[in-house]
């Protein structure tokens, strides 16, 4: 039969907002929606779906690319390949989906963020957004993807009719990669989602040695300094301070980014501020898209000249 | 522990304007400069320092054309023991390709090894894709979003793997492994030309791609490449930068987060 099977991210008891976009996207595909989730009580968008494989297994182990194989194979057992396989692309969704490509020796397009229904081929982000890829699975068998948070979610239709349940057992858990705990970030004192001015900085600002004169800036406009990936990743701010899928997401009611390029990691932090305001050097960089105003400018000039008029 | 880490040459794009040329047929790189992946660069640091710690060897494995030898040679001058090239003159898009040669590369080659070590992701590419397929055809454990690696034993590995929004996961992975590096895991050293020019004394093994090519019939199509599709965008403060920092600081103020 065909049908997409849905593999669900859930993460301590909670259903994630992303598997939206999962099933958004199967209306695109025009194909059964069916979700394969752990069995739990999950709140789940249940009448989106067309059917429902429930696995008797604890979330930990059914988020675990050796165990998911297994789990994969008993879906395909009982009621044959999927036409599509679709994961989230997330850091869970992701591992599980790369695994289970080369395990079943899959096409995969990883990171879709769009679908032309005309031509049947995804969009694929490259070199961080500034170019797309349309792709296509070779043949007509079956194929993986992991869809971008955000990007189908609108297209989700309920149809008002309760999904089919299956229920998979007997998974014998992988004895080779096992979970332990979950480690919580240490709290700090300051809190970047409460400010209502964020001043985020980003790699183009170079180096270390830059940051006391933005603070500087900072301490002018009574913003809270906030700032993207690369640069929580080279220490140059406490991890505390990341926007951002792996950091914080943050909505406050200016979000001024400089000298950084808008990789959806960073965009799906920062997107619902109140107004966004970019500086960046390249006219090119994607989040020009997502802001409301910006300066085309190298931001130290644009730092310097900000000083000035503040001081004088 | 023998460790066999990649790391491949990209372009440096964030600061570039890129063309598509051949309406769609090809992205025009001719003028963007090269790097390492940011992520390959967290990863070989990570291996080197294992290595030096615990004893055994790091590896460093490229796919790519000629060029690619830089890369080899910054992981040298970084700690890796030897450079492995395996040169093609082809870019492989599909994960899937370039995770079927490493496999058949490592077969033939019988090259022995305790883990595996990847970036997360390709910069240019950003499929995030080859550690898992190449874990899953070699029949090995794989972990991703590594961002902590906490035990080193001979038979297994404890790491910790990064979720969303500041939450890890620990887990244990027993030995031979795969796993992914995700940035921040360490703060990679700094490598000097100096350092490089001394590693290039080391000589670089260099393989065809072509004698590994069983079963790489690509799995994906690329159709053609499209610039991003145009959103509302930003209002651009025009103008001399005196005007549009002012422009900007009356903003802020309309939006009543500065007076
Ligand atoms: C699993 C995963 C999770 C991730 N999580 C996050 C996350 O939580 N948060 C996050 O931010 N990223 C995250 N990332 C990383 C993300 O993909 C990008 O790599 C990152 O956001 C890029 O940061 P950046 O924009 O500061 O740097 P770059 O992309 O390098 O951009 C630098 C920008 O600065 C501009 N610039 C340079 N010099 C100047 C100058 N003098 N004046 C003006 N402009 C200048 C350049 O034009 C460029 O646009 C994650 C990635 C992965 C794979
Ligand atoms: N051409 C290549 N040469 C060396 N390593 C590679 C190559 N392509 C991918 N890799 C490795 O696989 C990781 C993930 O790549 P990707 O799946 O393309 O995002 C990278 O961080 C590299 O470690």
């Known amino acids: ?312 | 522990m023998n460790l066999i880490v990649f790391t491949k040459r990209v372009p440096a794009t964030q600061e570039e304007e890129l063309r598509i040329t051949g309406e769609g047929k090809a992205v025009d790189l001719s003028k963007v400069p090269f790097k390492v992946n940011d992520w390959d660069n967290y990863s070989v640091e990570e291996a080197v320092r294992i290595v030096e710690k615990s004893g055994g060897t790091a590896t460093a494995v490229s796919i790519g054309d000629a060029e690619s030898d830089e890369v080899l040679r910054r992981a040298i001058a970084m700690g890796a023991k030897d450079g492995l090239l395996l040169e093609t003159g082809d870019v492989f898009h599909d994960p899937n390709v370039r995770a079927t040669l490493i496999h058949n590369f490592l077969k033939k080659e019988n090259l022995p090894f305790d883990a595996i070590f990847t970036g997360v992701q390709s910069e240019d590419d950003q499929f995030g894709a080859v550690g898992g397929i190449l874990a899953a055809k070699l029949g090995l454990p794989f972990v991703s979003m590594v961002i902590g690696i906490d035990t080193v034993e001979s038979d297994h590995l404890i790491v910790r793997r990064e979720l969303e929004g500041g939450l890890q996961e620990r887990v244990k992975v027993m030995l031979p492994c795969v796993i992914s590096i995700q940035t921040g895991i360490n703060e990679p050293r700094y490598v000097s030309i100096m350092g490089i020019r001394k590693a290039s004394k080391v000589e670089r093994k260099v393989y065809k791609a072509a004698d590994y090519q069983d079963s790489m019939k690509s799995k994906i199509e690329i159709i053609k490449w499209v610039y991003p599709p145009k959103k509302a965008g930003a209002k651009i403060l025009s103008g001399e930068l005196e005007s549009a920092c002012k422009e900007l600081l009356g903003i802020l103020k309309e939006k009543g987060v500065y007076q």
């Open chain 1, 1 to 312: 039969m065909s049908y997409a099977l849905i593999v669900a991210e859930v993460r301590r008891g909670l259903f994630e907002e992303r598997n939206l976009d999962s099933i958004g996207i199967c209306s695109l595909l025009e194909k059964d929606p069916i979700m394969l989730i752990p069995e739990s009580d999950y709140s789940v968008n249940w009448e989106a779906l067309s059917g429902v494989i429930k696995v008797k297994i604890e979330e930990t182990q059914f988020l675990n690319p050796l165990n998911m194989v297994n789990i994969l194979g008993k879906v395909i057992g009982k009621r044959g390949k999927p036409d599509v396989i679709i994961f989230t692309n997330s850091a869970s969704g992701a591992e599980l989906a790369a695994y289970t490509a080369g395990y079943f020796d899959l096409p995969i397009i990883t990171d879709v963020s769009n679908y032309d229904k005309e031509q049947g081929v995804f969009y694929k982000s490259y070199y961080s957004d500034k170019i797309f890829g349309e792709f296509k699975p070779s043949g007509d068998g079956s194929f993986i993807i992991t869809v971008r948070s955000g990007s189908f979610k609108e297209y989700v239709t309920e149809n008002g009719t309760t999904p089919s349940i299956e229920t998979i057992e007997d998974i014998t858990a992988s004895p080779v990669r096992t979970f332990m705990e979950y480690v919580e970030e240490e709290k700090t004192d300051v809190d970047i989602t409460k400010a209502d001015f964020l001043l985020s900085l980003g790699r183009g600002i170079g180096n270390k040695d830059e940051i006391p004169s933005y603070e500087e800036l900072a301490g002018l406009l009574k913003a809270v300094i906030s700032g993207s990936r690369p640069v929580i990743d080279k220490m140059w701010l406490p991890k505390a301070r990341q926007v951002g899928t792996s950091g914080k997401t943050v909505k406050p009611k200016v979000y001024l980014a400089m000298g950084i390029s808008g990789a959806f990691q960073h965009i799906a932090g920062m997107k619902d501020s109140d107004c966004i305001i970019a500086v960046n050097k390249d006219p090119e960089a994607p989040i020009f898209q997502y802001a409301n105003y910006g300066i085309v400018a190298d931001i130290h000039k644009v730092r310097d000249k900000l000083k000035d008029i503040l001081k004088a």
